[in-house]
């Protein structure tokens, strides 16, 4: 009986390696069942007891003819012979990469077709046989590309770092006796330029603050933001034009006043508010702040009829009927709304004899007057705004009642 195989080993197999099993089935039981193996060619191998051939030394030649005879230890001997060819084939040639990882920085926007870095894979023994480039098409790859000859990297377009900061591009080489591949993996890092403003978080900020607040209260904030990194991306505020009134801390966008704000002097203010990043060169925004300063009733009320700080008197004709117009009472507040709406009242002796009418001031007769009853009334008068607490002021006006006769006399003098 005999049978043949063929092996195919590298020549870089070490010594010692076994390279194959004999198998030789009997069925005898018993002595006649022990199988005995020899090799029966010259050569670097050996085999033992159970059939296994092991390399004993250097394989210089190309292909080893191996006869290999199985024997029993039965009576009469019986025998197989299996014919092995071992071929010993060179190592495949692989490429490798020259890198076990490439790192490259590209400035942002850097324009398309630049050049970023060459991977250079390398083929043992196989300068003959170039290698050939790609990129592995995927997410990343996308914005780059890789000159099939040389491996030299490029960027097809301009990169945004504020969309995409890294990637991970594998660049395959291959060529080589096996058509084997090596994957090269660049990280590509994109540095940030300066190519955004700071955005404010509004166009334009409305705020408001009490008159008469503190030097130093705060009004309100505004903030920007800018997409860049690092001191392109800080950002700081300040007012751009000279402000007496108002100042910006420059890192919060606190808008805090200077001194305190008088409503009746100026009730609203418009300021230009700038955000800068801290490029080189700068880009800045600006932005418009208006600020209403909101009305406390720090005004009295202010008598122009009857003159404040002395006595006013008028005259009014006796015997008119009830509900004569016996004088206007005027008073101003330079307050805003409730603070400065004023209403008027009268007091003293003898003032249910009039009526003065809160809103408009008019003071008119509650009862028919006469001289000889009564000729001077004196009474304080009040305005009062509606400001929480109020504010007041006061007046004295004295009303001269004129006889009959004496207003004869007074009109033939004229
Ligand atoms: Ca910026
Ligand atoms: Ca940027
Ligand atoms: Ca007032
Ligand atoms: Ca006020």
């Known amino acids: 009986m005999s049978s043949s195989h063929t092996l195919r080993i590298q020549g870089s197999t070490p010594i010692d390696a076994i390279i194959f099993t004999a198998k030789a089935l009997d069925p005898d039981v018993g002595a006649n069942g022990q199988i005995d193996y020899q090799l ?7 085999i033992d007891s159970s059939g296994q051939i092991q390399i004993t030394g250097p394989l210089n030649q190309e292909s080893y003819e191996l006869r290999v005879l199985a024997l029993d230890a039965g009576f009469p001997q019986l025998s197989s012979e299996l014919e092995i060819t071992v071929l010993v084939i060179e190592q495949e040639l692989e490429p490798a990469c020259g890198a076990s990882d490439y790192r490259v920085e590209v400035r942002e926007g850097s324009p398309p077709m630049s050049k970023l870095l060459q991977v250079q894979a390398l083929l043992p023994g196989g300068k003959e046989n170039p290698l050939r480039y790609r990129l592995r ?17 490029y960027v097809r377009g ?7 900061e890294v990637y991970v591009l594998a660049v395959l080489a ?17 540095t940030d330029e300066n190519d955004n403003a700071p955005r ?3 166009e334009r900020y409305f705020m408001s603050i009490s008159e008469n607040r503190p030097p130093g209260e705060i009004v309100g904030r ?21 402000e007496t009134a108002f100042s910006m801390h420059p890192h919060t966008g606190e808008l805090s006043v200077r001194r305190s704000l008088d ?3 100026q009730a609203t203010y418009q300021l230009l508010v700038m955000a800068q990043d801290g490029g ?15 009305d406390e009733n720090d005004n009295h009320p202010v008598f122009l009829h009857p003159s404040p700080g002395r006595e006013t008197t008028v005259q009014i004709m006796e015997g008119k009927l009830s509900g004569a117009f016996v004088s206007s009472l005027l008073a101003k507040d330079a307050d805003e709304g409730e603070n400065g709406t004023v209403t008027y009242s009268l007091s003293g002796p003898w003032a249910e004899r009039f009526t003065l009418h809160p809103h408009t001031g008019e003071l008119r007769t509650a009862t028919s007057i006469h001289h000889a009853e009564r000729s001077l009334y004196t009474m304080s008068v009040q305005a009062r705004d509606s400001g929480s607490p109020p504010r007041t002021a006061e007046a004295v006006l004295r009303i001269q009642v004129l006889g009959q006769l004496d207003f004869s006399r007074a009109v033939r003098q004229c």
């Open 200 to 202: 404010l978080s509004e």
């Open 263 to 265: 409503r009746e002097h």
């Open 280 to 294: 080189a060169p700068p880009r800045s925004v600006t932005g418009t702040i208006h600020v209403s300063v909101l």
């Open 174 to 190: 291959s060529g080589g006796s096996g058509s084997r591949t090596a994957t090269c993996t660049v990280r590509v890092r994109v």
């Open 222 to 242: 505004v903030s920007a933001t800018d997409r860049d990194a690092g001191q392109n991306g800080r950002v700081t505020y300040r007012l751009p034009t000279q």
């Open 40 to 46: 029966m060619s010259q050569g670097p191998f050996s």
């Open 158 to 164: 301009a990169l945004d770092r504020e969309s995409r």
């Open 137 to 153: 098409t995927d997410a990343d790859a996308v914005g780059f590309s890789v000159e099939p000859e040389t491996g030299w990297l």
